[in-house]
């Protein structure tokens, strides 16, 4: 915990807690997101985090994963679309 002290009453004061610094990492594809999810399991079997948290944390980057599944199927849905629309021949 840090502290302060008025210089001019030599008081000690408590100052809060300082907010942790933000943890950003790239999850846009699923390789990504793997490297992720192995890294929380390496952190959780290490002993660095509780398995409720990694419970909690692979639990989301599964359904990131399944969401960037959806989004690469839904393109490639898209494509296929788009070029059998110029293959047909209207009567």
Sequence with gaps: MSVEIDGRTGQI???PPQPGKRYRTRLGTLAE???????VYR????????????????FCLRQMASM?????????LEA???????????N
Excluded: F, Q, V, Y
């Excluded at 952190?43 to 692979?58: F, H, P, Q, V």
């Excluded at 960037?68 to 490639?76: S, T, V």
């Design 80 to 90: 296929l679309e788009g070029n059998n629309e110029s293959a047909i021949i209207p």
């Design 33 to 39: 997101t793997h490297h992720e999810a192995c890294r």
């Design 68 to 76: 960037l599944e959806g989004a690469d199927i839904e393109k490639r």
């Design 43 to 58: 952190e959780c079997r290490s002993g660095l985090m509780s398995t409720g948290d990694c419970s909690k944390l692979i």
């Design 13 to 15: 004061d408590l100052l």
